[in-house]
């Protein structure tokens, strides 16, 4: 007697689900627990990290980051602004700053400020934080120029001839009106800049650090040499990153949503 379609789909529904959970219990079965244990969730090795990895390796991920920020948010205003300016010049040079920064990897913007600028100028020496803080800054800049700008653009044009017709200065209506308008469409993308500004902090240990420079990374790095646990000292580091990164992607969803209502 022939099987029906329906008697047929639910076989075959029994058998992808039998090698699903076979497959899931042969990996299970396969793993070495004590090893893992040992490599990844070690943790009572790792009490020496604290409470520096919060008192300084978190207190300086968070400078880094909210400094890196600033920096990029005011030049990335700047750029902007040129890239939507009438006079030819402003553009192409915010254009070239744009695509170069966007173009080249954050690390080594940081490797030629750190290392290039003593080199071309022998005397000169940054500090360590200013260093990191002035690369990721240089380097977030451009994007969120291009944010920026497209919030520019996508504030009505009629807001800004409005207030020209009630006699109202350019630079005064594009600084009261226009770019308050321009934040409230980009916040979203603004949110996320700053968690990835977040994770690129983590790029400062290539340039060395004294113990009180020591973002989060670097302890966990540092902790996988010296304290004999694995690398659990990073999974530790992992999680101070999550401690940062998922309140603001709730924040960027909030007002993803917030946003997306307003426009319906």
């Known amino acids: ?13 029994i058998v992808q689900i039998v090698i699903f959970v076979g497959a899931i219990l042969a990996f299970l079965i396969s793993i070495d627990w004590k090893v893992l244990g040992e490599t990844f969730f070690n ?3 790792i009490a020496p990290m604290f409470p ?15 400094i890196s920020f600033a920096f990029g948010l005011t ?26 920064f966007r173009g080249v990897p954050a690390i080594l913007v940081l490797i030629t400020l750190g290392f290039g600028i003593p080199t071309a100028f022998p005397g000169v020496l940054w500090p ?11 380097v977030s800049s451009a994007y969120i120029a291009e ?17 020209r017709s009630l006699g109202m200065p350019a630079w005064r209506a594009m600084v009261t009106i226009v770019i308050p308008q321009a934040f409230k469409i ?5 949110t996320n800049e700053v968690i990835l500004l977040t994770k690129d902090s983590s790029l400062a240990f290539i340039l060395g650090a004294m113990a009180t420079q020591f973002e989060l990374t670097k302890f966990g790095r540092d902790g996988v040499i010296s304290l004999g646990a694995g690398i659990t000292p990073l999974i530790v580091a992992g999680g ?9 992607s709730l924040v960027a969803r909030k007002f993803e949503s917030r946003t997306a209502r307003a426009n319906r």
Do not use: C, D, H
């Open 1 to 13: 007697m022939a099987m029906t379609p329906r008697r047929r789909a639910r076989i075959s529904k």
């Open 43 to 45: 943790f009572e090795k």
């Open 52 to 66: 520096g990895i919060i008192t300084i390796g978190l207190k300086n991920t968070l400078y880094y980051t909210v």
């Open 75 to 100: 030049l990335g205003l700047i750029l902007a602004l040129m890239k939507t300016a009438a006079f030819a010049p402003y553009r192409w040079l915010a254009t070239g700053f744009i695509e170069f």
């Open 128 to 138: 360590q934080p200013v260093v990191v803080m002035t690369a990721l800054g240089l």
């Open 147 to 163: 944010t920026l700008r497209a919030g520019l653009q996508a504030v009505p044009k009629g807001q800004m001839e409005a207030a």
């Open 186 to 190: 980009v916040l979203p993308p603004l």
């Open 240 to 248: 101070m990153y999550l401690v940062i990164t998922i309140p603001l």
